[in-house]
């Protein structure tokens, strides 16, 4: 993977959760590519530690750490151990998700709809209330919320997804208010349809699964529709959602916070 270099974040650190994942994993190296250090934190250890293999060339320190979003005591050790390993953390990508089943509100499952709650909802308040402890008493700093364009819109079949990530706006939105006072900007990122990998496969694969009157039974056929439902007529990319974040994070936007950035493809 290669990482464009534009904003400089040399001597700075960068704290990324669902950082084994696609999206993760690409703010990883734009991040790294700059000059940062990284702070790695999912779940996925196996994943993570071949994210963290990637970033060796880059020459910067990077550290991986186990750690469910969902759990305040897990994410309190997890956000203690990056630091004492790599000092102050300077921005906080706020990104681990899940994106539920697929299934119409009416028979969406009440077990599924409780998972992408915790760990969407609440697994972004814990880490949120974490970097703000730390960064309000360490001078400052950035935080960037994972959203969605689902968290706009609200797409079919995604009812428990949707209410998350207007849930996350909302969150953003309160928590630049109440965390400006200490130098802390937070924002918030939306993005659409972002390929290829293995979120935007799964989409069109289960929409397809439910039998709505909105797409096709066949998983090409629904990736062809959904693509077309965006004014640029493509997908958004991986190293696209990455810059977001850096510009977020950059002295660029030094002037912004309560922000929604939407990467949608001119939607």
């Avoid at 397809?208 to 007529?233: C, H, L, T, W």
């Amino acid at each position: 993977m290669t990482a464009k270099a534009t904003y400089q974040f040399i001597g700075k650190k960068i704290l990324i959760t669902g950082g084994a994942g696609d999206i993760g994993k690409a703010t990883a190296h734009r991040f790294a590519a700059n000059g940062a250090s990284v702070a790695l934190l999912d779940l996925n250890e196996p994943k993570m530690a071949d994210v963290a293999g990637e970033l060796k060339d880059y020459n910067v320190p990077v550290g991986t750490f186990r750690c469910d979003v969902t759990s305040a005591d897990d994410v309190a050790k997890a956000f203690t151990s990056a630091v004492e390993q790599l000092g102050r953390i300077d921005y906080v990508f706020n990104n681990a998700g899940y994106q539920g089943v697929f299934a119409k509100t009416d028979e969406y499952p009440e077990d599924d709809f409780q998972k992408v709650i915790n760990i969407n909802v609440v697994g972004v308040f814990h880490i949120l209330k974490a970097a703000a402890q730390h960064l309000r008493f360490g001078g400052g700093g950035a935080i960037v919320n994972m959203a969605s364009y689902a968290g706009v819109v609200g797409p079919p079949n995604m009812l428990a997804y949707a209410a998350s990530k207007f849930a996350v706006i909302g969150i953003t939105q309160t928590a630049a208010k109440d965390l400006a006072p200490y130098g802390i900007r937070v924002n918030a990122l939306s993005p659409a349809l972002i390929g290829p990998g293995f979120m935007w496969t799964r989409q069109t694969q289960l929409q397809a699964a439910v039998g709505s009157q909105y797409f096709d039974a066949e998983p090409k056929v629904v990736e062809q529709q959904m693509i077309n439902s965006v004014p640029m007529r493509r997908l958004g990319s991986l190293e696209e959602v990455a810059n977001g974040v850096a510009f977020l994070m950059s002295d660029e936007a030094s002037y912004i916070t309560g922000f929604n950035l939407e990467v949608t493809g001119g939607q």
